[in-house]
């Protein structure tokens, strides 16, 4: 956990493990309604960290797939605007446009990966119980 004595390398490290647990928190809830991914593409600047991308297939157990472009948020805006206008035949089109730059593979055994995620589990309830419920 944090304390005082946490760096700047802790932190970090501490947010980009939040973001996978709370990853994990979704597919948990896509999995309860019959949905469960075998694949994860990201995007965005924190996915050119490669151990926060390993440590999210580890957590989520499932394939994370980082694409060349990891900015592709405007990419799928520009995308969407191609289809609309007919630059694009179809999604599917767009689809062939995708390349993987690196994939990364669950290597965590499932009982440190459970324990690990009680312990988050255990951290959220804690903060959730010490927070005042205000009505408005």
């Known amino acids: 956990g944090l304390s005082r004595d946490s760096g700047i390398n802790e932190i970090v490290t501490a947010t980009l493990q939040a973001v996978a647990y709370q990853t994990k928190d979704l597919v948990n809830a896509m999995s309860d309604d019959g949905m469960q991914p075998s694949v994860i593409r990201v995007d ?35 995308f969407l605007a191609g289809l609309g206008s007919g630059v694009f035949a179809s999604v599917d089109a767009i689809a062939e446009l995708w390349a993987c730059d690196r994939v990364f593979e ?10 690990l995620y009680r312990g988050w589990q255990d951290a959220v309830a804690r903060v959730r119980s010490s927070v005042p419920v205000v009505a408005l």
């Open 44 to 78: 965005g600047g924190m996915v050119a960290n490669d151990w926060f991308l390993q440590f999210l297939a580890d957590m989520v157990n499932v394939t994370v797939e980082r694409p060349v472009n990891v900015e592709s948020t405007a990419l799928g805006a520009a």
């Open 106 to 115: 669950p290597q965590m055994s499932d009982d440190k990966r459970n324990a």
